[in-house]
């Protein structure tokens, strides 16, 4: 239909045998074709007897490749919004010309100005990641070739980084940041590693076949955010009236049961593999939230508070 389109476009001589012949289909398929284009996408085609051809009565400047709804066009609209998460990163630049297409093949459809829709959504992370753009573009050429790579770690707290040769099976974005997930050589483990603390990346051209049963989803099962763990956790968390409505307007985690409490609380359980993050969030809760299990979360909890004490005392 495109090379109709432009066939039509230049005033050709556009005919059913030409374009069996130009286009290797049966004259059945451009019959139909030329009425789905007449029919379908409201394109100003006739058939002129005088010069037995097909012709456009008016000038179309631009070949409508794509129909949607109103509901379709809100979430392109939204879609355009959420493209800060990846900047900083190739995506970012790609979907912006993908979306700026897609925005093109509307125009003669729906009347929208991007720049002024635009304004009805909105997006607002906190504490968004930055990735540098040459050490991601590595990264990701060696996740997709398969491509065993080295570069230099530095861990939290530590002053000097470690070199690490990794088989990189995944990129993902969580929590506002960047992460690889890779089989660590030298300690025969998969590890996570937060792009911001990779330098020196290179490829070592060594090919490495990534395991059938390695699944994202499954890898981060056990994590309330990026950190999993091999343990089984049993977390029960009570909350306050007061907060009960914002816990149940969200779903923090794949395995999440919620109870109503007879105070009008709310009681949330969690199966989780490692207890650091889940230690993070009930604090940030404040008072409103009391761990209840695991014994060792709780004790946790309870001295984090006590140095908080003291900072505060």
Request: with cysteine; net charge positive; glycine share 6%.
């Amino acid at each position: 239909m495109l090379r109709i389109h432009e066939e039509l476009r230049r005033d050709a001589l556009v005919n059913c045998t030409k374009l069996v012949k130009a286009l290797e289909v049966c004259r059945k398929t451009v019959v139909r074709d030329i009425a789905f284009m007449r029919d379908r996408l409201d394109l100003p085609i006739e058939f002129d007897p005088r010069i037995q051809a097909y012709r456009y009565t008016q000038p179309v400047n631009a070949f409508p490749t794509v129909q949607v709804t109103e509901g379709e066009l809100l979430a392109l609209l939204v879609a355009r919004r959420a493209l800060e998460q990846y900047r900083g990163t190739p995506f970012h630049r790609q979907l912006e010309v993908a979306f700026d297409k897609l925005v093109g093949g509307l125009k003669d459809r729906i009347s929208f100005s991007p720049a002024d829709e635009l304004r009805a959504v909105s997006f607002k992370n906190i504490g968004l990641g930055r990735a540098d753009l040459t050490i991601f573009n590595g990264l990701s050429s060696a996740v997709l070739r398969q491509t065993g790579v080295e570069f230099d770690y530095r861990k939290p707290g530590e002053a000097k980084p470690t070199h690490r040769q990794v088989r990189p099976y995944h990129l993902a974005h969580r929590e506002n940041l960047w992460y690889l997930i890779g089989f660590d050589l030298e300690r025969a483990a998969l590890r996570t590693f937060a792009l911001p603390r990779i330098t020196a990346v290179r490829l070592t051209g060594t090919s490495f076949v990534r395991p059938a049963d390695f699944l994202p989803e499954k890898f981060f099962a056990s994590a309330l955010g990026i950190l999993g763990g091999d343990r089984n956790y049993l977390v029960v968390i009570r909350f306050t009236e007061e907060v009960a409505d914002r816990l149940r307007e969200r779903e923090w985690h794949e395995s999440q049961e919620m109870r109503v409490l007879p105070s009008g609380g709310l009681e949330l359980r969690l199966r989780l593999g490692a207890l650091a993050e889940i230690e993070r969030w009930v604090l940030g809760w404040g008072a409103a939230a009391e761990v209840v299990a695991p014994a060792e979360l709780r004790a946790r909890v309870r001295g984090t508070v006590n140095s908080l004490a003291a900072v505060y005392a």
